[in-house]
C-alpha cells in the first residue's frame, strides 16, 4: 500500500528517495538527514510523537536539492547555504530533477563540443626548446626552455648561461631542434 503523494513521510522512507546509504553494509543513513537539518534552517520536519520526524514534500524536494549540490555537485555547506538563502536559485538547473531532454542536452553537448575544437586549434604563442652546451651539444645535461612560436624573436637563435652539472660550471648553453615526437 503506497502513501499518497502529499502524505507526510518518515525519515527512513525519505533516506529511501534520495538513495542514502553507507557503503559498507548498504543501510540507509538517516543521520545524514538529521545532520542537514542542523546546517540547513530550510529544512523543517514535523516533530512529532516520541520525536519521530515527519516530512512533507517542500522538505523532501529541498533535501533532493541538497543531495544534488552536495553529493552530486560537490559544493561546500556554506556553498548550499547562500544557495539556499537566495530566493531565485531555487529554480535550479533541470538536472536536479534528473529530466533533462534530449534536445537540452543534444545543445549542451555541440556547446562543449564547439569549444573543445576551437581550444585545440588555438594557435601556440610559445614552444618548448631544448638548450644543450654549446661545446658539447651531446652532452647528457639540458634544459627545457619556452620560446615565442612566432614573431621576430621567434627567428632569433637563444643562447644563455646555465650550469653545466658535467662540469660544475657556468657555460653558454645554445638552441637545439627537438625531434618533432618531443613536441
Do not use: C
Not at 652546451?133 to 652532452?139: G, L, M, T, V, Y
Amino acid at each position: 500500500m503506497d502513501k499518497l503523494h502529499s502524505a507526510y513521510r518518515t525519515i527512513g522512507e525519505v533516506a529511501k528517495i534520495l538513495n542514502l546509504k553507507t557503503n559498507k553494509k548498504g543501510v540507509l543513513s538517516t543521520h545524514v538527514i538529521r545532520f542537514w537539518e542542523t546546517q540547513f534552517k530550510q529544512i523543517k520536519p514535523k516533530i512529532l510523537n516520541s520525536n519521530r520526524r515527519y516530512y512533507d514534500e517542500k522538505s523532501i524536494n529541498l533535501l533532493k536539492k541538497v543531495k544534488f549540490l552536495l553529493k552530486d555537485q560537490g559544493m561546500t555547506i556554506n556553498g548550499v547555504k547562500k544557495i539556499l538563502n537566495n530566493e531565485d536559485s531555487l529554480k535550479l538547473d533541470e538536472s536536479t530533477d534528473k529530466s533533462i531532454s534530449a534536445k537540452n542536452l543534444k545543445n549542451k553537448l555541440l556547446k562543449i563540443s564547439n569549444k573543445l575544437k576551437e581550444l585545440k586549434w588555438q594557435k601556440k604563442t610559445h614552444v618548448k626548446v631544448r638548450m644543450v652546451p654549446e661545446a658539447k651539444p651531446d652532452s647528457p645535461y639540458f634544459y627545457y626552455v619556452k620560446k615565442p612560436a612566432g614573431g621576430e624573436k621567434a627567428k632569433v637563435k637563444l643562447s644563455a648561461k646555465k650550469y653545466n652539472p658535467d662540469t660544475r660550471k657556468h657555460e653558454i648553453f645554445v638552441e637545439k631542434k627537438l625531434p618533432p615526437h618531443s613536441k
